[in-house]
């Protein structure tokens, strides 16, 4: 099991930044992808963004792509979500998960952190 801790939420105004910031422990990433998810108020949960912690290699959710950018610090055990052009309807609380899948889909990611929010304001 991997235990995630999120930090770096907070409030912004359109246009802004943020990075968010998921420190692992428990267990050696090297055989992981870490995602980063999303959920609204009354919305489902949904991918972000998502890393492959051996190869590095990165995919993102369309709406997310020019603007966000997964990265990890191994040194760290640590994956960032780095969120530029923030709009208000990325609004949402902000999950990082880890799978032993390469996967955008929710059921396929075994441990979660408890979430940090992000508000966007416009």
């Known amino acids: 099991q991997v235990q995630l801790e999120e930090s770096g939420g907070g409030l912004v105004q359109a246009g802004g930044s943020l990075r968010l910031s998921c420190a692992a422990s428990?267990?050696?990433?090297?055989?992981?992808?870490m995602g980063w998810f999303r959920q609204a108020p009354g919305k489902e949960r949904e991918f972000v963004a998502a890393?492959?912690?051996?190869?590095?290699?990165?995919f993102y959710a369309d709406s997310v792509k020019g603007r966000f950018t997964i990265s990890r610090d191994n040194a760290k055990n640590t994956v960032y979500l780095q969120m530029n052009s923030l709009q208000p309807e990325d609004t949402a609380v902000y999950y990082c998960?880890?799978?032993?899948?390469?996967?955008?889909?929710?059921?396929?990611?075994?441990?979660w952190g408890q979430g940090t929010q992000v508000t966007v304001s416009s």
């Open positions: 890393i492959r912690w051996s190869f590095g290699s990165t």
């Open positions: 998960a880890a799978s032993s899948r390469y996967s955008s889909t929710p059921v396929d990611y075994d441990d």
């Open positions: 428990g267990r050696s990433l090297m055989y992981y992808t």
